[in-house]
């Protein structure tokens, strides 16, 4: 079964950074684009970024200049890198991706389990 693991996430200042990794596992064939997604309570999940397999970037604008999305796709994992922090980025990060298992026809969309960024003094 084909899973995607978070990690990376924990509190920090504000103008302080963190890096958030996202590894894919399971009996893989191959992996779509990449996304960072974050989610506070009572609103709505909000995507934050994506990359391509090629490596092309699209950033949300709350974001833009200050996050960067990368990924090995060697390893079949994604990161996002995020510098200048606010506390308005306080949410459940998660990772998502459309991954086809060996074998399979088909590819799934996959969630990971999120990790929690705090931005607070």
């Known amino acids: 079964q084909v899973q995607l693991v978070e990690s990376g996430g924990g509190l920090v200042q504000p103008g302080g950074s963190l890096r958030l990794s996202c590894a894919a596992s399971?009996?893989?064939?191959?992996?779509?684009?990449m996304s960072w997604y974050r989610q506070t309570p009572g609103e709505e999940r909000e995507l934050v970024a994506t990359?391509?397999?090629?490596?092309?970037?699209n950033y949300a604008d709350a974001v833009k200049g200050r996050f960067t999305i990368s990924r090995d796709n060697a390893k079949n994992t994604v990161y996002l890198q995020m510098n200048s922090l606010k506390p308005e980025d306080t949410a459940v990060y998660y990772c998502?991706?459309?991954?086809?298992?060996?074998?399979?026809?088909?590819?799934?969309?996959?969630w990971g389990q999120g990790t929690q960024v705090t931005v607070s003094s």
């Open positions: 998502n991706a459309p991954v086809r298992p060996t074998g399979s026809a088909y590819a799934y969309n996959v």
């Open positions: 399971g009996s893989i064939f191959s992996i779509n684009a």
């Open positions: 990359i391509t397999t090629r490596g092309a970037t």
